[in-house]
Structure formats: structure tokens, C-alpha cells
């Protein structure tokens, strides 16, 4: 069977070619007559990989060495309580910027644990940058960079005074784009929507704020503890860590992340050219500085067709294409392994759809 055309948020598509490589190597991994998920974490082998992976990201990256890079497991969800278990220290209170589903859900995570300042942008807005005050006692500042629900991406960084350290999820725009690590103290990412399977996720933090947890932090959500054990503290995901290994190696050889930002912006430019130039069909509000070059959210102006567009992309190859329980409408996600045929195959059928049904 042909492979489809996947525009899914998360789990989401890998390069074809790592795919390959997975299956190629599944069973007898370079002819040591067992698999990868058979070994120990702690043999040279798996040793050896992880370490290498660890290194991808900090050449793909270039992140410098006042940060460490942690490998963790829980997903996104979990770096929503470890950031301010982690970062609050004795400060009272955290600055959070909510513009969307994944931010609005940190932030009442972080009111377990403290006060919580939001700065709000209306949906579909990222705020002006003028207009993020934050007091100089916050323990951090805190943003989400892609939201992946709501099609919204940051194009600059939002700063607070130098010394409120900054935090991002970069879940859903992970080795997309380039980050500013003398702005940002604390980055984090889970694996699945553009880096590799779910149960990885990724921690690039700032190696001084490591530490700052009183007695009662769980060993498992403290940073310090996995840093310091070079996060083999407890058995890593072994899988995911390879197959993250080989979309590090992917992305090298297709150019590094300033080739995946070009690429993605060839990709979503092309989708929303489409939207804008039938906009009697279809329909974008996202504030035009902010517009995701990941995830883009579009309805139809008769919502009526949606469930007919979605039926007949799918007899294009075109899946996953149902906008997210909450907001519903259509997402096509647009992540880095995402083949231009596909953004191309699926504005042709957008043209197409519109001239039968507009
Ligand atoms: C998917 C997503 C999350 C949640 O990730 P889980 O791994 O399901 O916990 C958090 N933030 C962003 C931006 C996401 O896209």
C-alpha cells in the first residue's frame, strides 16, 4: 500500500527514510543479533546513541554549553508541573503569556504551585510585544511558542526584565526554526509532533538553574536529578531515543534547521495563499504576524461542507485533516518530515473542492 499524504498534529509523520532505516535495522540491530529494544540501556551500544543524539541536537541547534539537554519521559504534560516544581525556587510567583489551549493548560498547572500572572492575547494573537510586563520578582516568564491547536505562532520573542529567565514549549516547532539560547534559560518539547514517537520528550535548560527544588520534589521531576545521571537516572525510552537519533541524522543531511524553516514556510505559505485567495471558501482568522507555520487552522465559511471535505481528501490520500475537538473546523499540520507534494496535492484539492462546492 501506497503511504498517505499525513497532515496529523501528533503522533505525526516521520521521514519515510528513518521509517526504512527503523524496519532495516528492527530485528537484528547492525548485526548484533538483537533489536534495540532488547539491550540494556546501560551497554556501550545504547550508551553510545543516546550520547550521539544529545549531541545532533546540540550541533542542530547550536546550543551552548551553559545549557544541558535532558531527555525525559511524560510528555508535555509532565514539563507543565516540572517547570515550576523546578524554577520557582522562593519566588511567589511566575508570569505566564496564554494565547491557546497548551498555554492556558501550563498556566493552571503552575497555579498549584504558585501565583500566576497571565498575560492574555485574544485568540488567534500572539500579544504585542509591548505588552509583556512582567514584575522583576516572577520566578520565570513563560510562553508557548507554536500553538498547536489553535494554528498561532510566535515570530518574536517576548522578553521580561534579564533577570526573569525565559521558558518555551517548543512541542509542536522542535528543530523547526532556530533558538536564541541567550534569551531562552528553558526550552522543552515532546517528541511526537515533530521530532520523533511519543514518549520522548526533550529538556534544553540553563545549567544554573538547576538545583533550585526544596526536599519535597519527586526524584523523577527533578531536573538536577537527570542531568546529573546524564539522564539515565531511571531506564530512558530507548525506541524513541533511536528513532529520534535518526531524524537528527535526517534533518543534518536535508540541510539543518534553517533548511526545515525554509521548508516549512514553502509548505504553509502555499496553504495559505490557497485559504486567502478563495476567502469566500475558506477562512483563517489567525492575525497575520502570528499565523503558524506548522499547524494551519482553517474553516469553511459553510461549515456544513466540512464533513464532505474531509471524505473526499481522504479519497486524495489526504488524511487527518479534522480540526481539534475543541475548536473543530481543519487543521493540516505541517511538520518538517511533511513532503512539499503533500502541501502541494492538498491546495490542489483545496482549489478543486472550492470551484465544485463554492
Ligand atoms: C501536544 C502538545 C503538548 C502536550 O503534549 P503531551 O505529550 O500529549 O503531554 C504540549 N504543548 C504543545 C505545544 C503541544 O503541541
Redesign the pocket.
Known amino acids: 500500500m501506497e503511504r498517505v499524504f499525513n497532515f496529523s498534529a501528533?503522533p505525526a509523520v516521520l521521514p519515510e527514510e528513518v521509517l526504512q532505516e527503523v524496519a532495516d535495522n528492527m530485528v537484528n540491530y547492525q548485526g548484533q543479533g538483537l533489536s534495540i529494544l532488547e539491550m540494556s540501556h546501560r551497554g556501550s551500544t545504547f550508551a553510545q546513541l543516546h550520547e550521539e543524539t544529545k549531541a545532533l541536537i546540540r550541533e542542530l541547534l547550536q546550543v551552548p554549553d551553559t545549557h544541558d539537554i535532558l531527555f525525559l519521559q511524560g510528555?508535555?504534560?509532565t514539563q507543565f508541573a516540572m517547570v515550576p516544581l523546578n524554577l520557582l525556587g522562593a519566588a511567589a510567583e511566575a508570569t505566564y503569556i496564554v494565547n491557546g489551549v497548551?498555554s492556558r493548560k501550563a498556566a493552571a498547572e503552575a497555579e498549584k504551585f504558585c501565583h500566576v500572572n497571565t498575560i492574555l492575547a485574544a485568540d488567534g494573537s500572539v500579544p504585542p510585544s509591548d505588552s509583556i510586563n512582567v514584575p522583576n520578582d516572577a520566578a520565570y516568564l513563560y510562553y508557548?511558542q507554536?500553538?498547536?491547536v489553535n494554528g498561532v505562532e510566535f515570530n518574536y520573542t517576548p522578553a521580561g526584565p534579564d533577570c526573569v529567565p525565559l521558558v518555551a514549549?517548543i512541542?509542536?516547532n522542535f528543530l523547526s526554526r532556530a533558538v536564541d539560547f541567550n534569551r531562552h534559560a528553558l526550552v522543552f518539547a515532546?517528541a511526537?509532533?515533530n521530532f520523533g514517537p511519543?514518549g520522548l520528550s526533550v529538556v534544553i535548560i540553563r545549567k544554573d538553574l538547576l538545583g533550585l527544588t526544596t526536599d519535597t520534589c519527586p526524584t523523577m521531576l527533578d531536573y538536577a536529578v537527570h542531568a546529573k545521571h546524564g539522564s539515565m537516572y531511571n531506564t530512558p525510552p530507548t525506541f524513541a531515543i533511536w528513532v529520534a537519533n535518526l531524524v537528527c541524522h535526517w534533518i543534518k543531511r536535508n540541510g539543518g534547521v534553517e533548511a526545515m524553516d525554509r521548508r516549512a514556510r514553502e509548505r504553509a505559505d502555499l496553504i495559505y495563499r490557497t485559504i486567502d485567495s478563495f476567502n469566500a471558501f475558506y477562512v483563517n482568522t489567525i492575525a497575520g504576524n502570528a499565523r503558524s507555520r506548522m499547524n494551519v487552522v482553517f474553516n469553511l465559511q459553510e461549515e456544513a461542507l466540512t464533513e464532505l471535505f474531509l471524505r473526499e481528501a481522504s479519497k486524495h490520500n489526504l488524511m487527518n485533516l479534522k480540526g481539534h475537538r475543541i475548536v473543530g473546523g481543519l487543521r493540516a499540520s505541517l511538520y518538517n518530515a511533511l513532503p512539499l507534494e503533500a502541501a502541494k496535492a492538498l491546495s490542489e484539492f483545496m482549489i478543486d473542492f472550492a470551484h465544485r462546492h463554492g
Do not use: L, P, V
Open positions: 501528533g510528555g508535555g504534560h497548551w508557548c507554536n500553538e498547536t514549549d512541542s509542536s515532546g511526537q509532533k511519543a
